[in-house]
Nanobody, 116 residues
Framework: QVQLAESGGGLVQAGGSLTLSCTAS????????IGWYRQCPGSERELVAV???????KYADSVQGRFIISREVAENTVYLQMNALKSEDTAVYYC??????????WGPGTQVTVSS
């Protein structure tokens, strides 16, 4: 069973920064691709950023230019550096690993709250 452990959420003022980390129990970079989703109350979970095995990165339009996804391959870890945070970035952030076979694995989520 794949396990994903997130950390780094918290409370921050608008304009501030936070960095989330997600460590997988297996090598996520040869298993599939890994990224971050977020979910606000009453809303669907949405993709924030993903990094593929070759290093290609994709971002949601709403975070492009503000968020940076990166990885530490030796540590099976992916990071999400969030800059210039806005109140609308407030959400529970989930780490996701999608295997090449299409299976989805999720972390428990970490709350990010941006105060205006």
């Amino acid at each position: 069973q794949v396990q994903l452990a997130e950390s780094g959420g918290g409370l921050v003022q608008a304009g501030g920064s936070l960095t989330l980390s997600c460590t997988a129990s297996i090598n996520p970079f040869t298993t599939g691709f890994i990224g971050w989703y977020r979910q606000c109350p009453g809303s669907e979970r949405e993709l924030v950023a993903v990094i593929y095995s070759g290093g290609t990165k994709k971002y949601a339009d709403s975070v492009q230019g503000r968020f940076i996804i990166s990885r530490e391959v030796a540590e099976n870890t992916v990071y999400l550096q969030m800059n210039a945070l806005k109140s609308e970035d407030t959400a529970v952030y989930y780490c996701n690993l999608r295997s090449w076979g299409g299976a989805d694995f999720w972390g428990p989520g970490t709350q990010v709250t941006v105060s205006s």
